[in-house]
């Protein structure tokens, strides 16, 4: 009986090992000479309370489009490997949509200093770029779509969106913030004597001192 098992089990594999390379092959191939046909969706994820079912997926799929990315759930897992596994079935790869920014309130005191701070001294209720909070919690789904991709071959990364929608925005995000805290560093790894200036002057004093390049190779 464990020998049969066995060999089931080996029949199975060398079964699927054929599907996983073409379809591997066909991923690849996205972008080039496969067209990208990506539908994010804000149509039909509110007839179901903002959450996939199977015939969005399948409508999708049938409309033309190659990939599809829902515009809500991306913090819910099982309901990612779910989607994925539709995908599968109707021939789509899967791309969570995801906010790529990270709200802060003025309130919280932990983030004073670690604020997005646009060139001319404007903050935003925003982590930083060169917050550590922001790239944990960036980290934190993205690095579990990428597990839960080796066994969901349809799901194929995860679609960013740094459209700034926060108060006083200055663009899209991310450009250099000039928070305090980076200039901190960057006056620590330099051995640099910065003077306490008010955010609207931090990029002046730094160009003015011929320090804005190597500021700004620092950050990025």
Same mark, same amino acid.
């Given at each position: 009986?464990? =020998?049969?098992?066995?060999? @089931?089990? %080996?029949?199975?594999? &060398? /079964?699927?090992?054929?599907?996983?390379?073409?379809? $591997?092959?066909?991923?690849?191939?996205?972008?080039?000479?496969?067209?990208?046909?990506?539908?994010?969706?804000?149509?039909?994820?509110?007839?179901?309370?903002?959450?996939?079912?199977?015939?969005?997926?399948?409508?999708?799929?049938?409309?033309?489009?190659?990939?599809?990315?829902?515009?809500?759930?991306?913090?819910?897992?099982?309901?990612?490997?779910?989607?994925?596994?539709?995908?599968?079935?109707?021939?789509?790869?899967?791309?969570?949509?995801? =906010?790529?920014?990270?709200? @802060?309130? %003025?309130?919280?005191? &932990? /983030?004073?200093?670690?604020?997005?701070?646009?060139? $001319?001294?404007?903050?935003?209720?925003?982590?930083?770029?060169?917050?550590?909070?922001?790239?944990?919690?960036?980290?934190?789904?993205?690095?579990?779509?990428?597990?839960?991709?080796?066994?969901?071959?349809?799901?194929?990364?995860?679609?960013?969106?740094?459209?700034?929608?926060?108060?006083?925005?200055?663009?899209?995000?991310?450009?250099?913030?000039?928070?305090?805290?980076?200039?901190?560093?960057?006056?620590?790894?330099?051995?640099?004597?910065?003077?306490?200036?008010?955010?609207?002057?931090?990029?002046?004093?730094?160009?003015?001192?011929?320090?804005?390049?190597?500021?700004?190779?620092?950050?990025?």
């Amino acid at each position: 009986m464990k =020998r049969f098992l066995f060999l @089931t089990c %080996l029949f199975t594999l &060398a /079964a699927a090992l054929p599907a996983a390379a073409e379809d $591997d092959a066909r991923r690849k191939e996205l972008g080039k000479s496969e067209k990208l046909r990506i539908l994010v969706d804000k149509v039909m994820q509110p007839q179901a309370k903002w959450t996939t079912e199977e015939w969005m997926v399948q409508a999708a799929g049938e409309a033309g489009f190659n990939v599809f990315s829902p515009r809500a759930g991306f913090d819910h897992l099982a309901a990612v490997e779910q989607v994925s596994d539709w995908c599968a079935k109707y021939g789509l790869y899967h791309l969570p949509w995801m =906010r790529g920014s990270l709200d @802060t309130p %003025l309130a919280n005191a &932990a /983030a004073e200093g670690q604020r997005m701070v646009w060139a $001319d001294g404007t903050e935003q209720p925003l982590w930083s770029p060169n917050a550590d909070e922001f790239w944990e919690w960036t980290a934190r789904y993205i690095v579990e779509y990428a597990r839960l991709s080796v066994e969901h071959r349809a799901l194929m990364g995860v679609f960013l969106d740094y459209e700034n929608y926060a108060p006083n925005s200055r663009g899209n995000l991310y450009g250099l913030s000039y928070d305090a805290a980076i200039l901190a560093k960057f006056a620590s790894a330099g051995n640099i004597e910065i003077p306490a200036l008010e955010p609207a002057k931090r990029k002046a004093w730094l160009d003015e001192q011929g320090l804005h390049d190597r500021f700004a190779a620092f950050q990025i």
